[in-house]
Each structure stands twice: as C-alpha cells, then as structure tokens.
C-alpha cells in the first residue's frame, strides 16, 4: 500500500500513517479462552492480546514509515495507532487533523454477513454540519446511513415508525444500512449498494465504504 500512496505524493507536506487496532478482536480473543478453559476466568487475556496487536501496529507502521521516507525524504512523517471501531476512529483522526485526503485499500468485501433489525425509531441522529446519518431504534440499537441518503429516507420513514433495516454489524449496536423499510407501508428505501449488488469492479470493503461515504475530504481507493 504504501507503494502505492507514493505514487501520490509530490515529496513535501505532512503525512500521517495510522492504524486502528480493532477493539473487538481482543474481546473475541478473551472470550474464545473462556469458552475453551470451561468458562474459567483467563486472567489477562484481553490486556495480552491488546498490548501484542499494539506492539505490531507500531512495528508495521515504522517498517511503512521508513519506506515511504526512502521514497519521499522532504515528508514530515507522523504514525498513529488508535484503539476503536476502525470507522469511527479513522474518521475522528482525519477530522481533528484536517486531512485533505485519505488513502485506503478497497478491503475484503463480504467479511461480514449481511444482519436485519427491526425495532421502532426513537430519534434521529444529526450531525454538527446539521446533516442526518442515522437513527436510535427504542432498544438502543443504532442504525447508520450516509448523510447524502437521507433525504430519501427521512421522506419514507417517520420518528415512531416501526422499521426493518439491512445491513452489516459496525459495533455492538451499531448497523450500518444497506436498506431500510417502513413496515407498516412496506416502503423500501435504500441507504446505499449493499457489495453484492454493485457491478463492475471488485467493491469495497466495509471501512473503505465507511470512509467514502462519510469523509469530508478526497479520499483515494488503492486497489490492492
């Protein structure tokens, strides 16, 4: 990947390397212990497993670092490692620091199976900008779309409407929708393609989509 962000690049400027240690693979990690030690309590299995993912983000992103400084030297290099859902967190990071453009791989697309709730919408979830990307169901569950989606779906679906919608796992209440029905009207509307309808070219991975949709900044897909 970073071959192909140096392509890119003019050889000046500031530059950040950062990867998003997953929150939840510890956690699996953990449980995955308690399941196979008879429920028994593991220790530190979870600390472990978080110190060690750590570690080799930190050693990845030197090895990317010193690289890209062979091809680039004039480069200001920073590295970053966040801890967090690796959607939420990329795009906080590029928030804070202004990016004006980000570089990510396509991803595996598929990794996770496409799940379904259904609950009653409490609330809409408006962003600073004053754009909606999402509601709160009555159970807390909360369900994503991107902000340029929700004319569409703001215009099917009302605050007490009891709704179906499809999509991937985000966190553990957290869907990111593919689409969403009002049920009562059978009123289909969708969010955006979910990776087995869109045509052409291998699609994107979940966080590059994130990304693509939610970025305020140019974003350029690698195709690795």
Not at 76 to 84: F, P, Q, S
Not at 133 to 152: I, K, N, Q, W
Request: net charge negative; proline share 4%; hydrophobic share 35%.
């Amino acid at each position: 990947m970073i071959r192909g962000v140096a392509r890119y690049l003019n050889g000046e400027g500031e530059v950040t390397l950062a990867h998003v240690v997953d929150e939840r693979a510890p956690r699996g990690y953990e449980m995955s212990l308690r399941g196979l030690l008879g429920r028994r309590r593991s220790g530190d299995a979870e600390e472990r497993m978080s110190r060690a993912s750590r570690e080799a983000a930190e050693d990845l992103l030197a090895d990317s670092r010193n690289l890209l400084q062979r091809d680039h030297p004039g480069l200001a290099i920073e590295t970053a490692v966040l801890d967090g859902d690796p959607n939420h967190e990329l795009m906080r990071a590029a928030g804070e620091a202004e990016t004006e453009i980000i570089f990510i791989s396509r991803g595996t697309p598929g990794a996770q199976s496409t799940e379904t709730v259904s609950g009653v919408v409490r609330s809409w979830n408006q962003k600073s900008d004053g754009k909606f990307d999402g509601f709160v169901l009555e159970d807390g569950t909360e369900v994503r779309f991107p902000p340029p989606r929700s004319e569409a779906i703001r215009a099917a679906i009302r605050e007490g409407s009891e709704v179906e919608a499809s999509g991937v796992w985000q966190g553990r209440r957290v869907l990111h929708a593919y689409s969403i029905t009002d049920v009562q009207s059978e009123n289909r509307v969708q969010a955006h393609e979910s990776p087995d309808e869109q045509p052409g070219e291998r699609p994107l991975g979940h966080t590059a989509r994130f990304v693509v949709d939610h970025a305020l900044c140019d974003v350029v897909i690698l195709a690795l």
